[in-house]
């Protein structure tokens, strides 16, 4: 993560962003930018299935922070079984999500820069496809297309236009179907405090 994270730092030293790891103390920043961003209604998404009660895939939880280190743009990316191919073999993947810039930095190529961090670092992982529900005109350019996630349907309502797939390993997604389900690592719950 470190090496990845230094090129990009040092691809965006004259920029006015940089990318960074999310830590604990971007927790709140980024809740409250995701509010903004994309409404009150986010967490009743079929992709919020999937990412309920689960962590991030490890170092794959990135945030875009201005000059003053607060954070401007957030993004992560969760373990997931693609389906199963031809086999009936689960295909391990990852699914991306949400992707969000402050309103005042857009247009400004963060999203892209969070979008190329996060891509090279799940493939310097060794992890082989990346999926996402989203804007076909946006992610295009990343090389996410419907195609490849034809046959794999999301836990609830999607729009099959806005379920796109990105293989980081050629191939890897060669007769995948079925449904996405959850495979990270499950979020351990606060500890509960009890009267003495
Ligand atoms: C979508 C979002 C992440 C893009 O971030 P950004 O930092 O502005 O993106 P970039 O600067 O890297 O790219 C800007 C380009 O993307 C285009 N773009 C932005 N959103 C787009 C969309 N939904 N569909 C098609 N193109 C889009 C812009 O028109 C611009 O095009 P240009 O390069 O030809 O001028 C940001 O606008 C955002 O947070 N939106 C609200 C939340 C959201 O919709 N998240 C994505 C969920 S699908």
Request: proline share 4%.
């Amino acid at each position: 993560m470190a090496a990845v994270l230094d090129s990009v730092r040092a691809f965006f030293a004259h920029s006015v962003f940089t990318i960074d790891a999310e830590n604990a103390g971007d927790v709140v920043a980024r809740e409250n930018l995701l509010d903004r961003a994309m409404g009150p209604n986010r967490r009743r998404k079929s992709s919020e299935k999937i990412r309920r009660g689960r962590v991030p895939a490890e170092g794959l939880a990135l945030v875009a922070r201005d000059r003053d280190g607060h954070v401007i743009g957030t993004v992560r990316l969760w373990s997931i079984e693609a389906g199963v191919n031809a086999d009936g073999t689960p295909i391990n993947a990852l699914l991306l999500g949400p992707l969000a810039v402050d309103a005042s930095f857009e247009g400004k190529g963060v999203g892209s820069a969070l979008m190329r961090a996060a891509m090279l670092e799940a493939k310097t992982r060794g992890h082989g496809a990346i999926l996402l529900v989203g804007d076909a005109a946006y992610y295009e350019r990343f090389g996410f297309f419907a195609t490849k996630a034809q046959h794999l349907v999301m836990p609830g309502p999607f729009e099959r236009s806005r379920f796109l797939a990105l293989e980081l390993v050629e191939g890897w997604l060669d007769g995948a179907a079925g449904m996405i389900v959850p495979s990270g690592r499950v979020l351990a719950s606060a500890p509960v405090r009890r009267a003495a």
